[in-house]
T-cell receptor, first 115, second 117 residues
Framework: GAGVSQSPRYKVAKRGQDVALRCDPI?????LFWYQQALGQGPEFLTY????????KSGLPSDRFFAERPEGSVSTLKIQRTQQEDSAVYLC?????????????FGPGTRLTVT | AQKITQTQPGMFVQEKEAVTLDCTYD???????LFWYKQPSSGEMIFLIY??????QNATEGRYSLNFQKARKSANLVISASQLGDSAMYFC??????????????FGAGTILRVKS
């Protein structure tokens, strides 16, 4: 079956531009997560949705970052007025429920480069 | 304090031999889960194995096993019979707390494993 997909896979933005990154989770998965992975480091949590509700956005680094999941499926991570420090791989993950093992299935990521 | 510590930035192992990747964690929550993920150069994160804090036995999944020492707060990954395809970055991660608070993962810095032929 289809896994988590993300688009675009690569994005180059000039500093100050706005970008939108899309995540299509596995169908029926309740939970959706966004992580940011800087080069050579482990992923860091950004935000978490349970269905359409954003239950945790404690990891968003600034108010330039905004995420939504309006219908409880596809999610978009938006970064306004991009800065060079935003350059990273943005990973989306989904899981089928909010309890139990709750293994997270990751997408391939979007590599954002801000020039 | 770091919640997840992986002290080995890089490891080499000979093909067909076993290798242990270290992971220590820090939490005061009695309920938590520990995960290992593999990230090849292509970038995807591949789930390998899971250990719950209340699990009595060490987790095993094929060639992967988790050496869980709760008192020492360590959760080392053991890969047996290494294969060239095991060359990748390996991340240890923890989910802590009650599940209704969310299930975000906290990752370590990773260990790069290189398998030599």
């Amino acid at each position: 079956g289809a896994g988590v997909s993300q688009s675009p896979r690569y994005k180059v933005a000039k500093r100050g531009q706005d970008v939108a990154l899309r995540c299509d989770p596995i169908s029926g998965h309740v939970s959706l997560f966004w992580y940011q992975q800087a080069l050579g480091q482990g992923p860091e949590f950004l935000t978490y949705f349970q269905n359409e509700a954003q239950l945790d956005k404690s990891g968003l680094p600034s108010d330039r970052f905004f995420a939504e999941r309006p219908e409880g499926s596809v999610s978009t991570l938006k970064i306004q007025r991009t800065q060079q420090e935003d350059s990273a791989v943005y990973l989306c993950a989904s899981s089928p429920k909010s309890g139990g093992l709750n293994e997270q299935y990751f997408g391939p990521g979007t590599r954002l480069t801000v020039t | 304090a770091q919640k997840i510590t992986q002290t080995q930035p890089g490891m080499f192992v000979q093909e067909k031999e076993a290798v242990t990747l270290d992971c220590t964690y820090d939490t005061s929550d009695p309920s938590y889960g520990l995960f290992w993920y593999k990230q090849p150069s292509s970038g995807e994160m591949i789930f390998l194995i899971y250990q719950g804090s209340y699990d009595q036995q060490n987790a095993t999944e094929g060639r992967y096993s988790l050496n869980f020492q709760k008192a020492r707060k360590s959760a080392n990954l053991v890969i047996s019979a290494s294969q060239l395809g095991d060359s990748a970055m390996y991340f240890c991660a923890m989910r802590e707390g009650r599940v209704e608070y969310g299930n975000k993962l906290v990752f370590g810095a990773g260990t790069i494993l290189r398998v030599k032929s």
